[in-house]
């Protein structure tokens, strides 16, 4: 699924982020990677909330399919007749 692999390339680029903050040598340095980890994991957890939210919707689709299948199943049929032959010989 394509936010799977967008929410492990952020993974990716806040793992970076964290190691070029810690070895940055200025205060103001350090100040902008850790604002850009924020940023990045803020992404990170709106496009988790995306993928659970489409999770649970395939579930709830799911679910629609399996009571309609079910109602299917649960017919019954009744038998009746619908004419009725009768013939004489003579």
Known sequence: ?????????????????????TVALSLDEKLAGQKQIKALEAQRNQK???LFDAQDQ????????IAVIEGKLNQTTALRPLFILRWQLA
């Open 1 to 21: 699924m394509g936010l799977e692999r967008e929410i492990k390339e952020i993974d990716r680029q806040i793992k970076e982020a964290r190691r070029a903050a």
């Open 48 to 50: 988790r909330r995306s």
């Open 58 to 65: 395939v579930d709830r689709q799911r679910e629609e399919l």
